[in-house]
C-alpha cells in the first residue's frame, strides 16, 4: 500500500508498483542549475549540442535519481514494507516507507538497492556508449559517469547516506543494539560532512588557490545536508533503545470502545479508559482524562450521550501494530504528536491505550535494570 497524501507543493509524475511519484517544486531549482552546467560544458561545440547536452543532462539525473529511489522502493516492498512515496527534490530524492520491524539484513537490503540500481544504470550506459556515434556516445558517457558518482557518493559510510545504513546495520547486527548503530553511523555522517566542508569549501583558500565560487557553496550545502541527517540519527538512537527494552505488554492499559451514540447508563464496567468511535468506526473519541473540569460520570444523568463528552484524539494518535509488534509505533506517536495518550489497534480493534505516563515510568525502569 502507498500514502495518497501527496507532499505539499509536489507534483506526481508517475506510479511504481502502486508507490506514488512526485516531483518537489525544489526539484525544477536543481534543474535549472544543471541546465546551466550542461550549457556551458557544450556550448564550445554549438548552440543545437549545448541546448540538447542541457536537456539530456536534467533528464539523465532525475533517471539516475529515481532509478536509486525506485529501487529502495522495490525492495522494500519485497521485504514487507509498506512505502508511503517517492520524491525528487533540490537535495535529490528519498523514499518514505514504514519500517516497523526492522532487522539488520532488511535494513541492509534496502539500502543497497538504491546504488546497485545505479551501477546497472551505468552499465547500460557503457553499451550505449560503444554502441553510439558522436555525440549520443558522448551523452551516454556522461550517463554513466553520473550513475557510477552517484553509487560511489551514497556508499560513502555514514548516515544520511546508504553506507551509513549499511554501518548502522553492521553495528547492528554485532552488537545487538539498533541504539549504537544510529551512534556509529551518525557520528561517521558528521566526519563526513566535516570532510565534504573541508575538502571543498576550505582547502581551496588554505593552499591559496584561486576558490570556485560554485564548489564552495555547493560543498556547504551538501555538509549541512550530511550534518543534518547524521544528527538526526544520533538524536533517534535514544527511542531505538527505548524499543528494545520496553515492551508492549508493560504499557498497555485496559480500554473499552463504544459507539459514540452510547448514553452513561449504558456504558459497561470497566475500570480502564473509555473510547468512542467516529464517523469512519475508528476509536479516536475518548472521554476527557480525570482531572480539573472534567465531569464526574456518576453525576451526569444516565440518558447523557458520550458524544457530548467526548474529544477527538489527534492525528497519529491510533496507533496500528502486527503481531508480535514492539513498542517502535508508539514510541514514534507519542514522540511526534506530543500527546499524553495513543490508542493502540491491532487489525482494527482496539487493544488498549498506552499514556506518556506509563512508558517512560516503565522505560525509566528497564534502562536502570540494564
Same mark, same amino acid.
Given at each position: 500500500m502507498s500514502d495518497e497524501n501527496p507532499p505539499a507543493g509536489a507534483l506526481r509524475v508517475a506510479r511504481v508498483?502502486? *508507490?506514488?511519484?512526485?516531483?518537489?517544486?525544489?526539484?525544477?531549482?536543481?534543474?535549472?542549475?544543471?541546465?546551466?552546467?550542461?550549457?556551458?560544458?557544450?556550448?564550445?561545440?554549438?548552440?543545437?549540442?549545448?541546448?540538447?547536452?542541457?536537456?539530456?543532462?536534467?533528464?539523465?539525473? +532525475?533517471?539516475?535519481? &529515481?532509478?536509486?529511489?525506485?529501487?529502495?522502493?522495490?525492495?522494500?516492498?519485497?521485504?514487507?514494507?509498506?512505502?508511503?512515496?517517492?520524491?525528487?527534490? +533540490?537535495?535529490?530524492?528519498?523514499?518514505?516507507?514504514?519500517?516497523?520491524?526492522?532487522?539488520p539484513g532488511r535494513s541492509a537490503a534496502v539500502a543497497v538497492a538504491g546504488p546497485l540500481a545505479n551501477l546497472l544504470l551505468a552499465a547500460l550506459g557503457w553499451v550505449a556508449y560503444v554502441g553510439l556515434p558522436w555525440p549520443a556516445s558522448e551523452f551516454a558517457w556522461s550517463f554513466l559517469f553520473l550513475n557510477l558518482l552517484?553509487?560511489?557518493?551514497?556508499?560513502?559510510?555514514?548516515?544520511? &547516506?546508504?553506507?551509513?545504513? +549499511?554501518?548502522?546495520?553492521?553495528?547492528? *547486527?554485532?552488537?545487538?543494539?539498533?541504539?549504537?548503530?544510529?551512534?556509529?553511523?551518525?557520528?561517521?555522517?558528521?566526519?563526513?560532512?566535516l570532510g565534504v566542508l573541508g575538502w571543498f569549501g576550505i582547502r581551496p583558500f588554505a593552499t591559496g588557490a584561486e576558490p570556485d565560487v560554485v564548489s564552495v557553496v555547493l560543498s556547504?550545502?551538501?555538509?549541512?545536508?550530511?550534518?543534518?541527517?547524521?544528527?538526526?540519527?544520533?538524536a533517534r538512537a535514544p527511542y531505538e533503545r527505548l524499543v528494545t527494552v520496553v515492551r508492549l505488554d508493560d504499557v498497555l492499559e485496559e480500554a473499552v470502545v463504544v459507539p459514540a451514540h452510547t448514553s452513561v447508563g449504558e456504558l459497561p464496567p470497566t475500570r480502564g479508559r473509555v473510547l468512542a468511535t467516529d464517523e469512519q468506526g475508528r476509536p479516536t473519541l475518548l472521554l476527557p482524562l480525570p482531572g480539573p473540569g472534567a465531569p464526574e460520570l456518576s453525576s451526569l444523568p444516565p440518558a447523557t450521550r458520550l458524544s457530548s463528552l467526548v474529544q477527538r484524539?489527534?492525528?497519529?494518535?491510533?496507533?496500528? *501494530?502486527?503481531?508480535?509488534?514492539?513498542?517502535?509505533?508508539v514510541v514514534r506517536a507519542l514522540a511526534v504528536t506530543r500527546q499524553p495518550l495513543v490508542a493502540v489497534t491491532r487489525h482494527g480493534t482496539l487493544l488498549g491505550v498506552v499514556t506518556a505516563e506509563r512508558f517512560n515510568a516503565a522505560a525509566e525502569a528497564a534502562l536502570r535494570r540494564t
Open positions: 508498483a502502486g *508507490v506514488p511519484v512526485y516531483l518537489d517544486r525544489t526539484w525544477l531549482l536543481l534543474a535549472l542549475f544543471i541546465a546551466w552546467t550542461g550549457w556551458s560544458a557544450g556550448e564550445g561545440l554549438g548552440t543545437g549540442v549545448a541546448i540538447a547536452y542541457a536537456a539530456w543532462l536534467v533528464v539523465g539525473i +532525475l533517471l539516475a535519481v &529515481l532509478g536509486h529511489e525506485v529501487a529502495h522502493a522495490l525492495t522494500a516492498r519485497l521485504l514487507g514494507y509498506r512505502v508511503h512515496r517517492i520524491v525528487a527534490t +533540490l537535495w535529490g530524492g528519498h523514499t518514505s516507507f514504514d519500517g516497523t520491524g526492522s532487522t552517484l553509487a560511489a557518493f551514497n556508499l560513502l559510510p555514514g548516515l544520511p &547516506l546508504d553506507g551509513g545504513q +549499511l554501518v548502522d546495520s553492521l553495528v547492528w *547486527v554485532v552488537t545487538g543494539r539498533r541504539d549504537r548503530g544510529l551512534l556509529v553511523a551518525g557520528w561517521t555522517g558528521r566526519v563526513l560532512a556547504v550545502v551538501m555538509a549541512w545536508i550530511l550534518w543534518s541527517g547524521a544528527s538526526a540519527a544520533i484524539l489527534p492525528d497519529g494518535c491510533v496507533v496500528e *501494530v502486527g503481531e508480535g509488534s514492539g513498542t517502535a509505533e
